[in-house]
């Protein structure tokens, strides 16, 4: 704003030297000079508030200036500008008081681009943005993986996945639309017009595990909500109770999450018809998800514990909430909320919590610090967990030979 204001005075001065010069009286040209400045004055304050966003955000950005003058004037060291503005920036983001969200220096964010894209997600592939064409270039290609198999190469262009264009979507976004096509066949549509169909229908077998306990419970442990564990885990249950299982337990622990459809697909398996969650975003209402009239009406036990992360999270939230379930461990995180990461100009970038869960009662699981269960139970021995597999019948029908804690506890608690 200085260096405006010393150009207009500039072109001020050769104007009143032409006025005076063809003899106009010096009051009418005093009283021009103060119209002029007060109109430059004026528009150029009104055009600066709006340009930061209005009139708060322009009194912070002044602050923020203030701030950077007095430094730059008074602190006895020599100032790193580059340092303090990144340092500045980060702590903007701290604020949020979201432990999700970050900033990242033009340096963190290439790290961050790099190690992200070498996350292969299983597909065994890794992609970059590729801004010229719009779509998503493959850097490596993990040897023996499904898109290795398939003859997907390096240097090729993603630009649509079964036919949905890639135009717009962030890297991110990408990989999760990826995500949700494991454990089945899928069409990669590159720039060169080529197509292929990669085969990942085997990827994710491990995603859940399962066994029927000496006391007749059902338990099933679901490692993960990537694709094709929510009716991996709807499968294992049908099949315990085909061999007699009089209840359920539900392993939630140390499950990081992955996909709301998996986990919606489980929930509508156990629960009557109603809502299971929605989501929202800073407009308000992205997706709302329900099911319908047939359910699962057993005794059910939902493990979880402090490795217990977003749609897992969800999940045993859901069915605490329906009271479907009698929820034990370890309280949750609250890490229900999903990120974006957002490039900024300067190379630097945000990652962002943008949208968040929320339970059928409109509940924001991060808000509230988590999911506490109704029974507060910790194991001693962490690497004990899920350990019961081979265990005999006690006296009162739990399993007695086992170190998780948390998991007798539920036997006994269903028996």
């Known amino acids: 704003m200085k260096v405006i204001f010393l150009r207009l005075l500039a072109k001020l001065y050769l104007s009143v030297k032409k006025l005076l010069k063809t003899g106009v009286p010096l009051i009418f040209v005093l009283i021009l000079c103060v119209v002029v400045w007060a109109v430059t004055y004026f528009t150029t304050h009104s055009a600066m508030i709006r340009k930061v966003g209005g009139s708060s955000e322009y009194d912070e950005a002044m602050r923020y200036i203030e701030i950077k003058n007095v430094i730059d004037e008074r602190y006895i060291d020599p100032v790193n500008r580059a340092s303090m503005a990144d340092s500045a920036a980060a702590a903007m983001v701290a604020g949020l008081g979201d ?119 059902a338990y099933i442990q679901i490692h993960n909500f990537e694709a094709g564990s929510g009716q991996a885990a709807v499968d294992a249950i049908e099949y315990l109770l085909g061999q007699g299982a009089v209840s359920l337990v539900i392993d939630l622990r140390n499950n990081p999450g992955g996909l709301a459809s998996e986990t919606a697909i489980l929930l509508d398996y156990l629960l009557p018809a109603g809502r299971l969650f929605s989501v929202v975003d800073k407009q308000g209402p992205v997706s709302v998800t329900e099911s319908d009239s047939m359910n699962l009406q057993m005794p059910t036990c939902v493990l979880i514990n402090s490795g217990t992360f977003r749609e897992a999270e969800l999940c045993a939230a859901v069915l605490k909430e329906w009271g479907w379930a009698t929820l034990m461990g370890e309280p949750t995180s609250g890490n229900t909320r999903t990120q974006e990461t957002i490039p900024l100009s300067d190379g630097s970038a945000i990652r962002l919590s943008t949208m968040s869960y929320l339970t059928p009662s409109g509940v924001d699981l991060c808000a509230e610090g988590g999911v506490v269960p109704d029974f507060i139970v910790y194991n001693s021995d962490e690497s004990a967990t899920g350990t019961t597999e081979g265990t005999t019948g006690g006296e009162d029908g739990t399993a007695s030979i086992s170190n998780d804690e948390q998991l007798m506890a539920a036997l006994r608690l269903l028996s």
């Open 99 to 217: 432990p999700w969200s970050y900033f990242m220096t033009a340096d963190e964010y290439r790290s961050y681009q790099l190690s992200s894209a070498n996350d292969y997600a299983d597909i065994g592939m890794s992609i970059v943005k590729d801004e010229a064409s719009g779509g998503f270039q493959i850097i490596s290609v993990y040897p023996d993986s499904p898109a290795a198999k398939a003859g997907v190469m390096t240097g090729m262009v993603i630009t649509a996945v079964d036919g949905e264009s890639l135009n717009g979507y962030t890297t991110d976004a990408v990989r999760t639309l990826i995500r949700s096509k494991l454990n089945t066949k899928f069409v990669l549509d590159f720039s060169n017009s080529s197509r292929i169909e990669v085969d990942c229908s085997t990827v994710n077998a491990e995603s859940v595990t399962f066994r029927l306990e000496k006391t007749g419970a």
